[in-house]
């Protein structure tokens, strides 16, 4: 299609009230939309267009049939002096999500250091948003969730962990702050299905087929294949980390018990569960020593000799905040995908598409 | 060699009294020693030759040298209610990093969480050691190091990282606790070293040679090779999380800063960081339920299908609890290069080796 070649990018405000507006129209609250729409937003403007309003459809879907509820709040199930669970009584995952990383930030400031485990969540977006939140308060952001298996194990026909997510970000001083965002299979689910929407060829180590080898029929995912883990057993050690304390210690669903946020019923609950730690920096020292010495380590990894024919050594989370100022200033360049599921939202709640 | 084939095993107690003899010939305490001889001789149990025994000579060069101190007792610099900074004055990394995950799981009986940041360490051996402590406590502990850069970044032509070791250790109930403990690297230099000590070829993904292109000579490393990053952008994010954590927040050596244990200067201190973290799960719940949850997911994965040929599912760490098990049975299978190490030891202070 020769268009999609001179679609224009969409204002992020645009993109924001959008889904702040069909959000409403499902019952969600004002406040409720407005916490949503920014995380689905921000992970549009990084450029990470597998977690961003592509996913409102079916959020919206949820929203409608009961599994994600618009009548309830998160809230803490317990708490001690550096620690506390969050039960996210089934509202949006990113509603649950940013009240748990803010509880972990306000512990931390008295504790230094806290966690707060989430259950009765449900799929939480980009886990970056929530780790970045820590940065912007001077703080170390971990930020982790379960979800439902998809990815194999070494020697396993079928899929045994979730894709599991898991993000850091560390605040620097002149810099941005370091943010990585990484799933524990080879790549992230999302990418399979936005390849295979594509039309494109996958690559021969992104997913398992249902001998348990290795195919490159993205059609296969997810019913008759699983994501293969990143470096094998590393992986697969990371996802099960990630699944103990996201949901062993919280309480939350574990691996075949979490429900299918976009293939299961949409009337049922998930039940996902989450991670969160916050680290003071502040607490245990100078900030401003500890953001010159991440500083340094950018400028030094900047300045460190590169392969032949490499432009630029990017420090992760570079391309994404620099997108993110482009995409500010510019507006967002929503791929085909990512329209096309905008488009069936709007269609469906008569609502103005962002960029018309 | 034919008769490498027929070397009878070590007893665990004879290897650990031989590690204690040989550490009292250059001055280190009882206590020092003892904890010593504990890390590197569970390290060989496990089957982990590369961080087991074998580095004994290095540490005795470095405590003969003046580098690592014998006069010095690891203390805690700073603390609060969920966290404290440990300086190790340059003792044995292994008992500084002993001190310090004893402190995490102390500040964590308090607090349900603690995070505990080190300076002023060396190289700690198997990072598996010191969660497997807090495993043992009913916690899950998290351990992290970084060390003298030898890990590339995409693009990069040259380290940026070390490999930065990672451990985490989840406690069961029937079972024995999982148990990871990797580099961000693709495999650890070690493994590069026995490799190609024993002659072997190295894969095409281990290490990136000196034009930033990947080598199967691993007689490049490490002076002309670094090691290449697990899952590329992954593995050197990993890589700069453990570096934030065990380095920028306890004010250790960073990167280039950190000497080399073993190719260093061996009179002065290498400042190599540590972060260690536990999480006390009966603080936030029920411990018993916990390990429920985790008994439950172990023999999920027992259970789950497998690939064609493929015997069994192994949990991280069950490969390692069961050599430990043969091993205090039947002895430690060392192999040829830690028994040549431990010769060059046993000749140089005339000490009985501990298979004679």
Chains 1, 2 share one sequence.
């Not at 002149?174 to 494109?200: C, F, N």
């Not at 059609?219 to 994501?227: C, G, M, Q």
Request: proline residues 5%.
């Amino acid at each position: 299609m020769p268009e999609s070649n001179c679609l224009q990018n969409v204002a992020a405000e645009r993109l924001d009230l959008f889904c702040r507006e069909a959000l409403a129209r499902v019952g969600v609250s004002t406040e409720h939309s407005r916490l949503t729409a920014d995380v689905l937003v921000t992970t549009d403007s990084w450029g990470v267009f597998t977690h961003g309003s592509k996913l409102l459809g079916g959020y919206l879907n949820r929203l409608k049939s009961g599994g994600l509820r618009t009548d309830a709040e998160p809230g803490v199930a317990a708490e001690g002096p550096a620690w506390a669970i969050v039960d996210g009584h089934s509202v949006l995952g990113q509603v649950t999500s940013t009240f748990a990383m803010k509880k972990a930030i306000e512990l931390a400031r008295g504790a230094g250091v806290a966690y707060v485990g989430v259950r009765n969540s449900c799929h939480f977006g980009a886990a970056g948003y929530y780790t970045s939140l820590a940065a912007k308060e001077g703080m170390v952001g971990l930020a982790m969730a379960n979800d439902r298996p998809s990815v194999a194990a070494p020697g396993s026909r079928g899929a045994i962990t979730g894709t599991n997510p898991f993000s850091y970000a560390v605040p620097a001083g002149e810099h941005d702050p370091i943010l990585l965002d990484m799933a524990i299979s080879t790549v992230a689910g999302g990418k399979v299905y936005a390849a295979h929407q594509r039309g494109e060829a996958i690559a021969a180590d992104w997913i398992i087929g249902p001998d348990g080898l290795p195919t490159t029929d993205g059609s296969l995912y997810p019913e008759k294949a699983s994501l293969a883990p990143m470096s094998a057993h590393k992986g697969y050690g990371l996802g099960l980390m990630i699944e103990s304390l996201s949901a062993a210690l919280s309480g939350a669903a574990m691996t075949w018990s979490v429900g299918s946020w976009i293939f299961g019923d949409a009337s049922k609950p998930t039940d996902h569960g989450a991670a969160f730690l916050a680290m003071n920096v502040a607490a245990m020292g100078s900030l401003e020593a500890f953001q010159g010495r991440i500083d340094a380590l950018i400028r030094e990894i900047h300045a460190a000799p590169r392969a032949h024919g490499v432009d630029r050594l990017y420090v992760p989370g570079e391309m994404e905040w620099e997108r993110r100022r482009a995409a500010l200033r510019d507006g967002i360049p929503l791929p085909a995908d990512v329209r096309a599921a905008l488009v069936e939202v709007g269609t469906g709640f008569d609502i103005a598409l962002p960029w018309s």
